[in-house]
């Protein structure tokens, strides 16, 4: 047998898998699937380079692996850390890891309006669902948030600096798609924004996905037509000829009216084939669009809850503070 | 052999030339490694020195340069750091504005070892004065066949070239380092890959500090066993420290590791006491990261030993009642100091100087920041200190790079010794706008079981 076609054993609390050496835990998780997959914020598989920086994902490994039984003493970013054969891993059965995790999403709120209501992306936003499990239901932090104003980057795409929780993601997908990109991000620490580059790189056909790879509503679609809460649309499965991409979308539909389009995300929430900026933003008519039928939103979403607004105001962290 | 290594000449009228260097026999341990010994005997040398790395985590160096990875036809590179911002630090300036030469030597010296072809020194953005005297000694250096190709027939060539940083505090993590170097944003990279494997241009690398290269010169001159006959246990050779505070003689001192810390701040070789005949309150041994050490732990261990400027001394006791040795930037406060404001102090410099990659850095300096600066106007609670406690235990372990740890050592190490202040601050909060709280009370600190 050669040594890349070893098969690594990894088990995660207390669920065992085989997996190819190389595999990320989080990817070893997400094979396993269910409660064992750590949240992940800023890691985006089709984006190389991502991962590391949210902390969210945050696990403890228990054991080394079978040759070196040490524990990490450290929790280490599942995203960013690979496998070892005979490795233990503690998610959610780690205390340690529930702590840690319970402070990176009162980090991450931080800085962030806590007024979904207004927001775009609310219903479909990772950090909502994210704050929605792991949070706290009182903020801690009682001085003035961080604000920007709103910029429009190009004709189709708003940035909501406010908004913004420093993925990387954007970044990254900017830098895939363009090789003229220098600086993604300005300033240091909390100063820190999303940079003038991916204005310019706006001219790429394919920029209208660092709409989708962002997890929050720092990036959205000013196309969105009608300005509609996403839990009133209705997400339908289709198709179109594209010459540039695959033209496999998700058409947000009110009655009858295409409010905006989307590229299709699988179950970890990232999306599978990037969509075109045609498609994305000037297909807008039914009848230039083949649909396949309704798509089932499987994220622990709050869209797929389908009672936001019984809940909502239950999980205060989102709410409370103006 | 004399207790000053690195600082010997540093006297010596116009030591900075290249002229003068040379007759103070600069440059002999160069001719010496060329001819009488091969890159793995140089390693082995450093490696019997004992010398651990001067830039403030104290990796042996030796061990370092032998994990360099040596995949065939790759180029090699090694990275000086000489970004030195922690605050509190300013031995790295002092050594090359004074005696350059020394560090160009370093650089021949330890380039050879690693295989390395082209080095360069990463300075300090502030530091242009510093690196306009450096890039005229390499100039020198380049002049006399120091640098260049076939050094002293040889058959080793190095290029070597000084880059300044633009000013952040971040690029002297290694891995930001390298980002800045190519020309980047400096965030520090995720390990691994270390840099020993995959470095500047995805290359092997090796990062070190100015004075950790330095020291090789008289480690090559004297050999290896010589410097490890020096100093104390692991804590081998001499250590330049930067000495600042409420003292009677703040200045750079190269002292033999294993030196007393009461010695270093009472003798009059050293600091010269305390101004004013004021009492210590406390004393930050190794730059603004370490924790901080309230009087009564600073000349005595908390077992009741003498404390010694050694690496294992200073750490005696863990974070419980111990330090760092650091990059060695001694800080000396007196009764007058308030502990609270300088604790609100160093959490500004780490808010200003996060990267902002990773989340509980990012947002939790500044909150640090905030409730520190509360407690410090008088406006804070009983809350807000175990409100810090909580931030910066959350931070700890949590990040990308050290930053993090050193964002939130010194919070926890102002609340464990100084608590007592802390809560003065909320209970006196007029007061503590006026004047200052002096000195705690001395803890006894259980013996920790095991
Ligand atoms: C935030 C941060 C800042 C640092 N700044 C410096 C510095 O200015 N100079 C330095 O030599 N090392 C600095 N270090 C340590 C380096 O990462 C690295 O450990 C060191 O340069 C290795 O050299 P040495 O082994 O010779 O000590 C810093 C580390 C961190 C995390
Ligand atoms: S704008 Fe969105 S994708 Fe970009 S860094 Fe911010 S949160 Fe991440
Ligand atoms: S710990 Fe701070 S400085 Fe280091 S990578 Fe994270 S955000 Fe940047
Ligand atoms: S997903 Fe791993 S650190 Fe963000």
Known sequence: ???????????????????????????????????????????????KGSGGKCRTCLVEV??????????????????????????????????????????????????????????????????????????????????????????????????????????????????????????GVLHRGDAAEIGTFIEKSLENDFIGNVI???????????????????????????????????????????????????????????VTDFICNECRFDKKELSQWKVEGPRKIERSSVISAGHYEQEAPAHTPLLNKA | MSKKLLLEHIDVEGIRSYEVYRKQGGYQAVEKA??????????????????????????????????????????????????????????????????????????????????????YIYIRGEYMFVMRIVEQAIAEAYANGWLGKNIMGSGFDLDLAITPGAGAYICGEETALIESLEGKRGNPRMKP??????????????????ETIAAVVPIVNHGGDAYAAIGIGRSTGTKLISASGNINKPGVYEIELGLPVEEFIYSEEYCGGIKNGKRLKALIPGGSSVPV??????????????????????????????????????????????????????????????????????????????????????????????????????????????????????????????REEFEWHVRQPKLCLERNYGLVTEKKFEAQPA
Request: net charge negative; proline share 5%.
């Open chain 2, 293 to 418: 050490l309230p009087h009564y732990l600073v000349c005595k261990t908390a077992a009741g030993e003498d404390r010694l400027m050694s690496y294992e001394s200073l750490a005696d006791g863990g974070f419980a009642t111990g330090s760092m040795l650091g990059s060695g930037g001694f800080i000396v406060y007196d009764e007058d100091q308030c502990m609270v404001r300088n604790t609100w102090n160093f959490s500004r410099f780490y808010h200003h100087e996060s990267c902002g990659q990773c989340s509980p850095c990012r947002e939790g300096t500044g909150w640090m920041e905030k409730v520190l600066h509360r407690l410090e106007e008088g406006h804070g609670t009983m809350e807000d200190i175990d409100l810090l406690w909580d931030i910066q235990r959350k931070i700890e372990g949590n990040t990308i790079c050290p930053l993090g740890d050193a964002a939130a050592w010194p919070v926890a190490a102002a609340i464990r010794h100084f």
């Open chain 2, 34 to 119: 060329l001819k009488t010994l091969s890159p793995d005997d140089l390693v082995e040398e450093v490696k019997k020195s004992g010398l651990r790395g001067r830039g403030g985590a104290g990796f042996p160096t030796g061990m370092k340069w032998s994990f360099l990875a040596k995949p065939d036809g790759v180029p090699r590179h090694l990275l000086c750091n000489a970004d030195e911002s922690e605050p509190g630090t300013f031995k790295d300036r002092y050594l090359m504005e004074k005696i350059p030469h020394l560090l160009i030597e370093g650089m021949i010296l330890s380039s050879y070892a690693l295989g390395a072809n082209q080095s």
């Open chain 1, 1 to 47: 047998m050669s040594e890349n076609s070893e098969k690594f054993t990894v088990t995660i609390d207390g669920k065992t898998i085989q997996v190819d050496r190389g595999t990320t835990i989080l990817n070893a998780a997400r094979q396993i699937g269910g409660e064992v997959v750590p949240p992940a914020m800023c890691y985006y598989s089709s984006l």
């Open chain 1, 62 to 183: 228990s054991k080394g692996s079978e040759k070196d039984p040490r524990p990490m003493p450290k929790l280490v970013a599942s995203c960013s850390t690979t496998v070892m054969d005979g490795m233990e891993v503690k998610n959610k059965t780690s205390e340690r890891v529930v702590d840690a995790r319970g402070g990176v999403v009162e980090f991450l709120l931080l800085n962030h309006p806590l007024d979904c209501p207004v927001c775009d992306q609310a219903g479909e936003c990772k950090l909502q669902d994210l704050a929605f499990e792991h949070g706290h239901s009182k903020t801690r932090y009682e001085f003035q948030r961080r604000e920007f104003d709103k910029i429009d980057i190009g004709p189709y795409i708003q940035l909501h600096m406010t908004r913004c929780i420093m993925c990387y993601r954007c970044v990254h997908t900017a830098n895939q798609l363009t090789d003229k990109r220098e600086h």
């Open chain 1, 212 to 270: 989708d790879v962002c997890p929050v509503g720092a990036l959205t679609d000013k196309t969105f037509r009608f300005r509609s809460r996403v839990w009133y649309t209705k997400p339908m499965d289709a198709s179109c000829e594209c010459s540039k991409c695959s033209g496999k979308a998700v058409l947000w539909m009110i009655g009858n009216d295409i409010a905006r389009v989307t590229g299709r995300k699988d179950e970890n929430g990232e």
């Open chain 2, 193 to 210: 890959p270390f840099p020993a494997v995959k470095g500047l241009w995805q290359r092997p690398t090796v990062v070190n500090n100015v």
